[in-house]
């Protein structure tokens, strides 16, 4: 699966950003997605991840309560709502599809898209 993110961009503080990503294939369904991001001078973290029919979800303990994951199958896209940003949100964002399916952050994460740019100026 080929992967696009888009979205991003410059917002003040407890401002929102939507992220979006665009996938190729006839399988996007088979895989479950997720959203990560790497901050300047930091390894990449998990944000958040959902289940092949967008039924269960997954999210890091740094965004629950403010950022909702979810997708539509029929459009082959997964979103990131990412509302009362803060400016410890400032990373590039990529998303990602696991092939087995999995929503917990690890190695299944295994197809990336180009990362998206999000700046919360404080």
């Known amino acids: 699966v080929q992967l696009q993110a888009f979205g991003g961009g410059l917002v003040q503080a407890g401002g929102f950003l939507r992220l979006s990503c665009a996938a190729s294939?006839?399988?996007?369904?088979?895989?479950?997605m997720g959203w990560f991001r790497q901050a300047p001078g930091k390894e990449r973290e998990f944000v958040a991840a959902i289940s092949r029919s967008g039924g269960i979800t997954n999210y890091a303990d740094s965004v629950k309560g403010r950022f909702t994951i979810s997708r539509d199958n029929a459009k082959n896209a997964v979103h990131l709502q990412m509302n009362s940003l803060k400016p410890e949100d400032t990373a590039v964002y990529y998303c990602?599809?696991?092939?087995?399916?999995?929503?917990?952050?690890?190695?299944?994460?295994?197809?990336w898209g180009q990362g998206t740019q999000v700046t919360v100026s404080s």
């Open positions: 294939g006839r399988t996007f369904s088979s895989y479950g």
């Open positions: 990602a599809a696991n092939r087995f399916g999995g929503i917990a952050p690890g190695p299944g994460f295994d197809s």
